[in-house]
């Protein structure tokens, strides 16, 4: 049984950072692309970052310079790293794992960037 657990979120000031984690089970997760989405209320998800499995990456270009994604295959574990955090980025990021168009979703995590 897959499962993704994130951690991490919480309360934060504008200009402020913060380290999501995404912990992987039941599954072999160096196969896997790892991607972490964000939503806000009546929005849909949106993705902000992806790792390959070779360790590429993609950003979208609101975060693009501001967070980092990153893996660690023996830890099973995918990060984002958010720094310089804006009110706007504030939403519930979500983990996602994909390999060969299955999808597995973490429970999700609340960030919130505001003084």
């Known amino acids: 049984q897959v499962q993704l657990v994130e951690s991490g979120g919480g309360l934060v000031q504008p200009g402020g950072s913060l380290r999501l984690s995404c912990a992987a089970s039941?599954?072999?997760?160096?196969?896997?692309?790892m991607n972490w989405y964000r939503q806000t209320p009546g929005n849909e998800r949106e993705l902000v970052a992806t790792?390959?499995?070779?360790?590429?990456?993609y950003y979208a270009d609101s975060v693009k310079g501001r967070f980092t994604i990153s893996r660690d295959n023996a830890k099973n574990t995918v990060y984002l790293q958010m720094n310089s955090l804006k009110p706007e980025d504030t939403a519930v990021y979500y983990c996602?794992?994909?390999?060969?168009?299955?999808?597995?979703w973490g429970q999700g995590t609340q960030v919130t960037v505001s003084s």
């Open positions: 790792i390959s499995r070779s360790g590429s990456t």
């Open positions: 996602n794992a994909r390999k060969s168009g299955v999808n597995y």
């Open positions: 039941g599954m072999i997760f160096s196969l896997y692309t």
